[in-house]
């Protein structure tokens, strides 16, 4: 094959390297279109073909995150070059460009379940589905201690995917109280948008919302701060989730982040300059600069925007 091999094709190999036995090999090779690759755990790859240069970079982007057998927890931000993810009122579609949101539903694609805070289901009001690129829907999960969710969420109304709603003891059924709404299961007599009873954390009641469509409240406790992005993530393994993608907003990323439980963290930096609004990492004061984190990283061009790729589990100084 004499012309250079586009994305679509490196998208088709990322799919599947990430479907791969990892845990049983070092390295995977197969053919796409008649063109062999080779890939090792950790996302090595070769191949002798004449790939585009676009192809390669998404090889070398997203193969390090799929090609191991291990549990990945990668976060994203979509920001201005000053670092802000909204206006003061809220405005963000659209911060970055088309390019971005294509890389945003790639990296749903390679997860099993994609995490957001209750203030961006309430803002956004987003569907957490792959649309932009071929791939399978991922669990959606909403962290929402206080049950102020709105119930006609398209997260909790469409059907398009699973979705599991995180609440804290007590407010299992305060969605339905704020909102009106009569019933409380999936059932005859439910209304759209009403949410089924909540269930005690564990296996058994998270894994009932991975079946197409299912929805399902998990009761996690928690403290004054919210529910521990740990506990959270133990539910997650618990439900069969080891690749999780935390999508947003600000205060949720900045969270998992100060908890030290991610991988890899995906800052989207389109040239814009708002000049105030929402902050998108918000992280406790520090005195010194050698207390900042200095992750390893690597940067790509996505359509006008700059993607910095930070690999959390290395820093930049060793």
């Keep these: 094959m004499s012309e250079r091999l586009l994305p679509d094709w490196g998208w088709t190999c990322i799919l599947q390297a990430r479907s791969a036995n990892w845990a049983a090999r070092d390295t995977t090779s197969f053919m796409i279109d008649g063109i062999e690759v080779e890939i090792d755990v950790g996302g090595v790859w070769r191949c002798a073909a004449n790939l585009a240069a676009e192809t390669a970079a998404l090889l070398d982007l997203f193969l390090p995150m799929v090609a191991s057998a291990g549990p990945l927890v990668i976060a994203q931000l979509g920001q201005s070059l000053d670092g802000r993810i909204a206006t003061a009122g809220g405005a963000s579609h659209y911060i970055n460009g088309l390019e971005a949101r294509v890389h945003l539903h790639r990296l749903r694609a390679i997860v099993d379940a994609v995490v957001v805070g209750v203030g961006t289901v309430n803002a956004d009001d987003p569907q957490l589905t792959v649309r932009h690129v071929p791939g399978v829907n991922p669990l959606r999960v909403v962290i929402d201690p206080h049950g102020r969710a709105m119930p006609r969420a398209r997260v909790f109304s469409d059907g398009a995917a699973a979705t599991l709603h995180l609440v804290a003891p007590g407010r299992d059924g305060a969605v339905e109280t704020s909102a009106g709404l009569a019933g409380t299961g999936a059932g005859s007599g439910a209304l759209p948008g009403s949410?089924?009873?909540?269930?005690?954390?564990?296996e058994s009641a998270c894994a009932g919302a991975l079946a197409a469509g299912a929805l399902r409240r998990c009761v996690l406790s928690c403290d004054e701060a919210g529910f521990a992005p740990a506990a959270v993530l133990r539910a997650l393994r618990e439900a069969g989730c080891s690749r999780v993608l935390v999508e947003g907003g600000g205060v949720t990323v900045s969270r998992f982040l100060q908890?030290?439980?991610?991988?890899?963290?995906?800052?989207?930096?389109?040239?814009?300059?708002?000049?105030?609004g929402r902050p998108g990492l918000v992280l406790p004061p520090i005195e010194r600069l050698s207390e900042a984190i200095r992750p390893a990283s690597r940067c790509f061009a996505c359509g006008q925007d700059t993607l910095f790729d930070l690999d959390l589990r290395r820093s930049a100084l060793s």
């Design 195 to 202: 949410l089924p009873p909540a269930s005690p954390s564990g």
């Design 259 to 276: 908890a030290g439980v991610l991988d890899r963290l995906h800052v989207m930096v389109a040239p814009m300059l708002i000049g105030s």
